[in-house]
């Protein structure tokens, strides 16, 4: 059901606990209580007809933890805006902070999550040292997944690379080479493993027809909450 619609009675906003404004506003089509973290961040709660705004506050209580979390993920939607000491980023499907330390003779030690770098105090471009490591963690990490899963589907693959494709998430030819987007290795482990699935499958099906989906689904039965995770936080991967 569409929350947006136009039957708002005097929507309220008001600051939150967290930094973040919360609204409330009544929907008359709704039958219950909703809770929806909005693209930036802030807080909508909806309240069915015959509702309250007391009962809508508690429900909003009963909520916070999931909130919290859904907050961290909306918010990890959107690129890093600024390269620096306290800017968040997203590793294996997790929000983490970058320790960005100064260190003496001119080097920049970096740590984001359980990864550490290092790099020029010349040099300074921490995005590109960041998205180098990610690039070695993922050829590791992804590409040993990647063999594990073919295994598993009695596939094999000819070769492996990982590439920084900007309009897909991996490709696969006729001839079983696959390449996939160093970026998996920040999604969560489920999510990557249905890119990696999906180019698996077709080396059974050089197509996306009725039957490879059927593959698909076979192998990874919740491709569509992968797909659905991909279109709301991809875009805003490094």
């Known amino acids: 059901m569409q929350l947006d619609l136009p039957f708002l009675v005097a929507p309220a906003i008001e600051p939150a606990r967290s930094g973040f404004t919360v609204e409330f506003a009544r929907v008359r089509r709704?039958?219950?209580?909703?809770?929806r973290v909005r693209h930036d961040g802030?807080?909508?709660?909806?309240?069915p007809r015959g509702g309250s705004r007391a009962e809508g506050t508690r429900f909003l209580?009963?909520?916070?933890?999931?909130?919290?979390?859904?907050?961290?993920?909306?918010?990890?939607?959107h690129v890093t805006a600024s390269w620096t000491d306290g800017a968040t980023m997203?590793?294996?499907?997790?929000?983490v902070t970058l320790q960005v330390r100064h260190q003496a003779r001119g080097s920049i030690s970096i740590l984001y999550g359980d990864r550490m770098v290092a790099l020029s105090r010349h040099d300074g471009n921490i995005r590109g040292c960041i998205e180098a490591d990610l690039r070695v963690l993922a050829h590791e990490e992804i590409?040993?997944?990647l063999h594990e899963l073919a295994a598993e589907h009695n596939l094999v693959v000819s070769s492996f690379t990982i590439r920084n494709q900007r309009s897909r998430w991996?490709?696969?030819?006729?001839?079983?080479r696959i390449a996939l987007n160093y970026r998996l290795v920040q999604m969560p482990?489920?999510?990557?493993?249905?890119?990696?699935l999906h180019e698996l499958m077709h080396l059974k099906e050089q197509n996306h027809s009725r039957r490879f989906w059927r593959l698909v689904e076979a192998a990874c039965p919740d491709f569509r909450d992968a797909e659905r995770w991909l279109r709301r936080h991809g875009p805003g991967l490094l």
């Open 90 to 95: 997203m590793l294996r499907g997790e929000l």
């Open 170 to 176: 991996g490709s696969c030819s006729r001839a079983g």
């Open 61 to 77: 209580e009963r909520q916070w933890k999931w909130i919290e979390k859904e907050r961290a993920r909306v918010l990890a939607a």
């Open 30 to 35: 709704a039958r219950r209580y909703i809770v």
């Open 42 to 47: 802030n807080v909508r709660v909806t309240i």
């Open 189 to 196: 482990p489920t999510v990557s493993d249905y890119v990696i």
């Open 143 to 145: 590409g040993a997944r």
